[in-house]
């Protein structure tokens, strides 16, 4: 059992408890942990061409709403026109630039520019460990906790909606399906998390499986 899930004053799936659980992770630490964890284990021989490629620097926000009980993930679905990932089931994110201070300078930026989300509103809590992407990106997935009361405006070069889907669905072992499909001649193996009419897979649901494996599982 995850020794987090002992001794708290948080309802599970909460975002007190997103918090406590973002703070202490289980699984050692990030620098060392990025091989162990959602579908890099699924596919190590395209994270190993991924780590020796030369990848560009990238973060991600993992916005988790404070929503009572039952905290809610901000998610973004790309539009269609993009030339990377177009159409895909995302979190707010892209390049760190070289005024971005920080993954997590960059990570806010991002969400300001896509969706709107003022930072003013964002607590930043913790990094996972980093995600290879084989499409050339080395992605900083950065945890954080959002306070009720933001307006969103959506950046429609980039986005074409976005949602929330409720923390204890995503974070649910029963709603992580798996599939497979060649990319570039190989076999990619990935996690799929199907919610109403959205299909979350790829990066978005191997970054969500890694948040489940060293916070909750």
């Known amino acids: 059992m995850n020794d987090l899930a002992q001794s708290t004053d948080f309802p ?5 408890d997103f918090r406590r659980r973002a703070l202490h992770q289980n699984g050692g630490p990030i620098d060392h942990a990025w091989r162990d964890h959602g579908d890099h284990v699924l596919n190590p021989t395209l994270v190993d061409l991924a780590a020796g490629l030369k990848l560009r620097d990238a973060a991600v926000l993992v916005p988790v709403v404070d929503d009572g009980n039952d905290a809610k993930i901000i ?15 995302a979190f ?20 300001e520019e896509e969706i709107g989300l003022d930072r003013s509103y964002v607590e930043t809590l ?6 290879y992407a084989a499409t050339g990106f080395r992605i900083t997935p950065v945890l954080s906790v959002v306070k009720r009361g933001f307006s969103l405006k959506l950046n429609p070069t ?4 976005v949602f929330e889907v409720p923390l204890s669905f995503l974070m649910n072992e029963a709603n992580h399906q798996r599939g497979s ?3 570039n001649g190989t ?7 199907p919610y109403e009419e959205r299909n979350i897979w790829g990066i978005t649901a191997g970054i969500l499986r890694t948040i489940y494996e060293r916070l909750y599982a």
């Open 126 to 131: 913790a990094r996972l460990p980093t995600y």
């Open 12 to 16: 599970l799936y909460s975002a007190g």
């Open 158 to 161: 980039e986005v074409d909606d």
């Open 181 to 183: 499909r060649e990319w």
């Open 187 to 193: 076999e990619r193996h990935f996690y799929l998390m």
């Open 75 to 89: 998610l973004t679905q790309r539009t269609a026109t993009l030339r990377k990932h177009s159409g895909q089931i």
């Open 92 to 111: 707010p994110g892209g390049g760190i630039d070289p005024e971005d201070t920080s993954p997590e300078q960059a990570a806010l930026r991002e969400a």
